[in-house]
């Protein structure tokens, strides 16, 4: 940090594997990489080239090595892992991530319906050329599904091999562990808690309110993914009491 201040929560020091923030690359040009780097690189902990953009981003070889020569890993977004098997093309989908020297995969059904046995085989598979992490989730707001079914599939999924299993909440924040409206399905996210380690899962947290919400819950080490390349700064400060809306957080009583 640029200078001492009392009363700052311990961050878990990169490389770490708790307290992740997850950022959303929708597109950035590679001045934007660069920038990015510049400016919030300690911070950053893993991009996903979100949903399918990889495949129409210029420059893409020179965007994932810019982020890999700064250490920060990248992978392609589910949707990306889906639109590959809906078209029977799953070695070919393996065969992108080793060209491209990526060693992170999301394994998704999002999209696409995929029973869940063969997610897992999926998951499974490509544990053998890196690391997996699993969303768990519908994209659709009309699926609701139940919180123990929610726990059934991250359970298997880690079983499976993952990583990390993430809480869709799409790149808005109004689908599966989120209402409609942006809040929380607290029922559902306690449940969960209750059965899987937090250090495992990574919350999709788009909005500022949900962010407030899981650090209040599981403190400044929580893994948060969706995050907007403009709101890492703003996180870490609030991550760390330094925003209004934790300011109290981590003071003494006497302060």
């Known amino acids: 940090m640029n200078f001492e201040l009392s009363q700052i929560p311990e961050r878990i020091a990169k490389p770490r594997t708790n307290g992740l923030t997850m950022v959303m690359d929708k597109g950035l040009s590679l001045g934007q990489v660069k920038n990015l780097i510049s400016a919030a690189g300690p911070h950053l902990d893993i991009i996903k080239l979100g949903f399918g953009t990889a495949f129409v981003t210029p420059n893409l070889r020179e965007k994932i090595e810019l982020y890999q020569d700064a250490g920060i890993p990248v992978y392609f977004g ?53 690391k997996v992490l699993s969303e768990v989730g519908s994209k659709d707001a009309t699926h609701i599904i139940p919180p123990y079914k929610w ?88 991550r760390i009491g330094l925003r209004g809306d934790t300011f109290h957080l981590y003071l003494n009583e006497e302060v």
């Open 78 to 130: 589910g949707t990306l892992f889906e639109a590959f098997l809906v078209r029977n093309q799953f070695n070919d989908y393996i065969n992108l991530c080793k060209d491209f020297g990526i060693h992170f995969m999301e394994v998704s059904d999002g999209s696409i319906t995929i029973p869940h046995t063969e997610k897992c085989g999926y998951i499974e598979k490509l544990t053998k050329y890196g």
């Open 151 to 238: 726990i059934e599939q991250m359970k298997a999924e880690l079983e499976a091999g993952s990583s990390y299993v993430i809480a869709e909440a799409r790149e808005s924040g109004n689908v599966g562990i989120y209402r409609g409206t942006g809040e929380v399905r607290e029922g559902l996210v306690q449940e969960i808690l209750t059965q899987i380690p937090s250090e495992r899962i990574i919350w999709e947290a788009p909005q500022k309110s949900q962010q407030l919400y899981f650090l209040e819950l599981l403190g400044c080490n929580v893994n948060l993914g969706n995050i907007s390349p403009v709101e890492i700064i703003p996180l870490e400060a609030m």
